[in-house]
């Protein structure tokens, strides 16, 4: 059974950089491509980016100059950066397997982390 | 960006009515449209991948229909848990995006 946890500060102040890391159990890191998804509180969910163990990675235009993301596969844990942080990057953070079989979906996913953005 | 509208943005319903929930995209997403359910307060979860495919262990009440740019989601029974927030979500173009989802309410 695939389950996926994320990790990370619950508070982050203005200006900084949020990081946050997932630890995949039951399949290897290696075996699929991973992702991150955020919801602001009440709205929808919004794709970050996603990234394969080889570490290439897919971003969202609208936070590529302020995303990295990074694997571990030592670990089985992948990670994400978002730097620049202002209150309306305060949400939960989601990290989920993409399954790739021709067509492309987001299962399973972490319970999700919030993160709010305040001095 | 591929704009996902869904609709209606709420609903409620009697157990055992048959609910229908339409996704329309923006541009043309082939098949590559997924189905999520959502409780308060939880991750979403998988219900329909590729516009009609039943994910494993989702109940057989749920299904899902078309291609192109127009989409539904029909729950044939109502059932008590089935409350909660739907969302499609296009995975044919980059950046990926979501519907601003379909709140469905037991009455």
């Known amino acids: 059974q695939v389950q996926l946890q994320e990790s990370g500060p619950g508070l982050v102040k203005p200006s900084e950089t949020l990081s946050l890391t997932c630890t995949v159990s039951?399949?290897?890191?290696?075996?699929?491509?991973w992702s991150w998804i955020r919801q602001p509180p009440g709205k929808t969910l919004e794709w970050i980016g996603h990234?394969?163990?080889?570490?290439?990675?897919t971003y969202n235009p609208s936070l590529k100059s302020r995303v990295s993301m990074s694997v571990d596969t030592s670990k089985n844990q992948f990670s994400l950066k978002l730097t620049s942080l202002t209150a309306a990057d305060t949400s939960v953070y989601y990290c989920?397997?993409?399954?790739?079989?021709?067509?492309?979906?987001?299962?399973?996913w972490g319970q999700g982390t919030l993160v709010t953005v305040s001095s | 960006d591929v704009q996902m509208t869904q609709s209606p943005s709420s609903l409620s319903a009697s157990v055992g009515d048959r609910v229908t929930i339409t996704c329309r995209a923006s541009?043309?997403?082939?098949?590559?449209l997924n189905w999520y359910q959502q409780k308060l307060g939880k991750a979403p979860k998988l219900l329909i991948y590729?516009?009609?495919n039943l994910q494993s262990g989702v109940p057989a009440r749920f299904g899902g229909s078309g291609s192109g740019t127009d989409f539904t989601l029909t729950i044939a029974s109502l059932q008590p848990e089935d409350f909660g927030t739907y969302y499609c979500?296009?995975?044919?173009?980059?950046?990926?995006?979501f519907g601003q989802g379909t709140t469905v309410e037991i009455k």
């Open positions: 990234i394969f163990h080889d570490g290439s990675t």
């Open positions: 590729a516009a009609s």
């Open positions: 979500q296009q995975s044919y173009r980059t950046p990926r995006t």
């Open positions: 541009q043309s997403v082939a098949h590559y």
């Open positions: 989920v397997r993409r399954v790739v079989q021709g067509n492309n979906w987001f299962d399973p």
């Open positions: 039951g399949v290897s890191i290696k075996s699929s491509y």
